[in-house]
């Protein structure tokens, strides 16, 4: 282990401005919420949103700016690189979780307790809920259809999502290829393979737009679709959300590469940034396979 | 990059700033365990407030001083405050407070996102304490929120409740991340893992289970959100969903968080009886071990909290079995602590009696919690005054008697000063008294089969329900000696020295008291606390 001192930053007034503006964004989303289901227009809630949205943007800016700024200045050891990769590390095992509870949610359902509604297995009897109700899976017909009108039909895997399985997959391929370039400080290839990554994901974030929309306008497979429109979404939705985000993070790495950042030997940024990418990845596959496919 | 480097720059020299701006900004690990413990402390008046309530309500059957909805709200807001503003933010203060302290480190391993872990949580309990004034009342469907209750039937203000736990999640997880990044990067060189004091073993385990069930919560309330506003249905069967779904992603992090309050509870203990029985801790190994095995098991065991809500018998069968199987672990903790004692040169100050408590009485809870484990018997104890004695058995005298034994242990290392010992005694026997008397007789309200939640009861719990309201009053009341004697510790008290007890061991007592502002500036040298000194001195 090192002995060079651990570089301990001064006071800093990020943080306690990222807490406030995280408020402001729960307040405001709050407000808005509530006064969107209770028919009361959101004006000031969307304020407060939007206001917090853009304190926590300006912040999260400028903080990483900050750190940037500290690691080109080499403030940073062997030391604290490692405790960057560890709590990216932990970071990325909290999203695995976070998925895990809904992909949970989705097997619960799928293998037990629609079943039972249906009347097959040990806790059959709930059928006397609804008798007559048929469970099957995908769930078009629901228990109580006017409360919850089933899907009229399904995304076809074969057609978009395989797509989007492929190009997610070559997009993990293509951000690979540019670390290597890194590596062999090659950048104009850097460059080359992080725009192809980032256009590839942008290409999957139309397409799953395109999906929603036709899953909306022709389908009927909604959020109010009953269980299987509400674990689709849930579980599409936060992926696309993540995809989102690795794109962004993607871009800062692109103009941080154009702008001469990272070294072949030491770029943290641009791993932890490819790390995050693969595990959008591996989820996808997940989905493919279980909300898809099977 | 040549122009660009310059020398490493010495983290010693800086001390505090002067001000607000040294709490709002600061980057430290003992400012920010501070701030962590005195939050907390805020927070247990505010939750005990809220208990000191539902006592006086429960004094006499009938409904005397607030209404049921009221009522509601208090039981509901009384846990979660507890739970997430009280426990866990106390144990995150000792964790920055002792962690680098112990590894001689000069700080946590991130610091500028330590203190944004710190400074969320007053946001988010602000938020969460608004809801009570919110048209329709505040969150009144218990702590564990079961849906439909917590969908359907919630007040509006369980929007502002899930954002609330939204922020606290974050708040967790990236403390814990930091927890983690600090035990595994930053120890002195020469300490092994198995060379690390049993509380930071404990708090590494904890933070692990912090990442992996924090986001379980965020997932469930999401999935909460997304019924209670944009139609989804996962916990209506209507839809082909299942309340007890909830129940399900729920426990999936209930459990594990049980653990996560009593962990660090237990290496608190671990530090303070080698300490004053003036002995190495007794099978330093399968300590280690054993809190692993309880941390691995608390992922297989969720659903004993269910036995009542209708699962096939295989799973009521597997959920016991694997429940009953934590008492292994657990009773080798207990064996150990008691094996530490035996022959040890005992001396009893509070922190030993604390800890000396902490042994007996959660072992109590944890043997009503063995009863609860069996599920036929369960079918009788389940939403009694039993499962409320059993919870608080492992809270109060558990968690909060650890917490205030390691306050107690560490407050002349952390302030410089010793404390009142004849107050400290004074309030270690008042609370013994008053949690014992408190939670005692709700062991046989709930065998009798009073339901817990109710602001009213049937005429035969009468006697146990006043004497336990009694004993809070005497248990709430008899914390301000605690507050009195921390606050004039902190102002003057005869200098503590480094060392403080005779049998301390460890690297935090080799720095002086109180410590400099930033620990360790240079790696200290380091000796194996546990293993070579056989008696700690």
Request: glycine share 10%; proline share 6%; with cysteine.
């Amino acid at each position: 282990m090192s002995t060079q001192a651990y570089y301990v930053p001064a006071q800093s007034r990020w943080p306690i401005m990222a807490s406030a503006s995280l408020f402001l964004i729960a307040f405001g989303a709050g407000t808005l919420i509530n006064a969107l289901s209770a028919d009361t227009g959101g004006g000031l809630g969307l304020t407060l949103l939007l206001a917090g949205a853009l304190c926590m943007g300006l912040i999260l800016t400028g903080w990483f700016g900050h750190v940037i700024d500290e690691s080109r200045q080499g403030l940073y050891s062997d030391q604290m690189d490692r405790s960057f990769r560890w709590g990216m590390s932990w970071f990325i095992f909290s999203e695995v979780m976070f998925f895990s509870a809904f992909f949970g949610a989705l097997f619960y359902v799928r293998n037990l307790s629609v079943p039972w509604l249906g009347g097959e297995g040990e806790k059959g009897v709930a059928n006397m809920l609804w008798q007559g109700f048929e469970a099957t899976w995908p769930l078009m017909k629901t228990p109580d259809m006017t409360a919850y009108p089933g899907p009229g039909g399904l995304i076809d895997p074969l057609h978009l999502p395989l797509v989007n399985t492929l190009l997610l997959l070559s997009s993990s391929v293509t951000v690979t290829f540019a670390h290597y370039r890194l590596k062999q400080d090659r950048r104009p290839q850097v460059i080359l393979w992080l725009i192809l990554t980032i256009a590839l994901g942008s290409a999957f974030l139309v397409f799953q737009a395109v999906e929603y929309v036709e899953a909306y306008h022709e389908l009927g497979l909604t959020l109010h679709a009953g269980i299987y429109g509400a674990t689709f979404f849930i579980l599409t939705g936060f992926h696309g959300m993540h995809v989102t985000l690795g794109t962004l993070m993607l871009v800062i790495i692109l103009l941080r590469v154009i702008r001469g950042h990272f070294e072949p030997d030491h770029h943290f940024g641009f791993e932890a940034v490819s790390w995050y990418w693969h595990f959008v990845d591996v989820v996808w596959v997940g989905l493919f396979l279980f909300v898809y496919l099977l | 990059m040549g122009s660009l480097e310059k020398s490493v720059h010495s983290t010693g020299h800086h001390g505090p700033a002067t001000g607000i701006t040294r709490w709002l900004y600061t980057t430290n690990h003992k400012d920010i365990g501070t701030l962590y413990l005195f939050f907390s402390l805020t927070m247990f008046f505010i939750g005990g407030c809220m208990a000191l309530t539902i006592r006086a309500e429960l004094f006499q059957p009938g409904l005397q001083l607030v209404r049921p909805e009221f009522f509601n709200q208090m039981t509901t807001s009384h846990g979660l405050i507890m739970v997430f503003g009280a426990v866990m933010p106390a144990f995150v203060g000792l964790a920055n407070w002792l962690i680098p302290m112990m590894i001689g480190a000069p700080d946590m391993a991130l610091p500028r996102m330590n203190n944004w872990s710190f400074w969320i949580l007053p946001f988010a309990f602000t938020m969460m304490l608004s809801t009570l004034l919110m048209e329709g009342g505040g969150p009144n469907f218990g702590w564990t929120f079961y849906a439909p209750l917590s969908t359907t039937y919630a007040p509006p203000s369980v929007t502002f409740f899930i954002f609330a736990v939204h922020m606290m999640g974050i708040s967790s997880i990236m403390g814990a991340i930091n927890v983690i990044a600090t035990i595994l990067n930053m120890r002195t060189p020469g300490m092994k893992l198995m060379d690390m004091p049993l509380f930071v073993w404990t708090w590494l385990i904890t933070a692990f289970l912090l990442i992996a069930v924090m986001p379980v919560l965020a997932g469930v309330v999401t999935m909460m959100l997304m019924d209670i506003h944009f139609g989804t249905s996962f916990f209506d069967a209507a839809g082909g969903g299942d309340p007890v779904l909830f129940q399900h992603v729920f426990w999936f992090f209930g459990h594990p968080e049980v653990y996560i309050m009593i962990l660090p509870a237990f290496g608190v203990v671990s530090e303070i009886i080698p300490t004053f029985a003036r002995k190495r801790l007794f099978g330093y190994t399968s300590m280690v071990y054993a809190t692993a095995s309880i941390a691995i098991l608390s992922f297989i065991v969720w659903a004993h909290h269910m036995f009542a809500v209708g699962m096939p018998l295989a799973g009521e069968l597997f959920f016991m079995f694997t429940t009953m199987l934590i008492a292994v672990p657990t009773g080798v903790k207990v064996f150990n602590w008691v094996a530490t004692m035996y022959r040890g040169s005992m001396t009893f100050e509070t922190p030993m009696l604390f800890a000396l408590a902490f042994v007996v009485l959660f072992t109590i809870g944890g043997f009503s919690g063995l009863m609860l484990a069996i599920a036929p018997a369960d079918f009788q104890y389940h939403d009694t005054y039993f499962v409320v004695a059993h919870f608080h058995y492992v809270l109060v005298p558990g968690s909060i008697f650890a917490l205030m034994a390691a306050t107690y242990f560490w407050l002349p290392k952390w302030t410089g000063h010793m404390y009142n010992e004849s107050m400290a005694k004074l309030h270690f026997w008042l609370s013994f008294i008053g949690v014992n008397i408190t939670f005692f007789p709700m062991h046989f309200l709930g065998l009798a089969g009073m339901p817990r939640r109710i602001p009213d009861y049937a005429l035969q719990f009468a006697d146990f329900n006043m004497v336990a309201t009694f004993g809070a009053f005497l248990f709430g009341f008899s914390q301000l000696v605690f507050v009195y004697n921390i606050i004039s510790c902190i102002r003057s008290g005869k200098q503590a020295t480094d060392r403080v007890w005779e049998g301390s061991h460890g690297l935090e007592w080799t720095l002086p008291s109180p410590p400099p502002y930033h620990s360790f500036t240079e790696p200290p040298v380091f000796t194996h606390p546990y293993k070579e000194n056989d008696r700690g001195v």
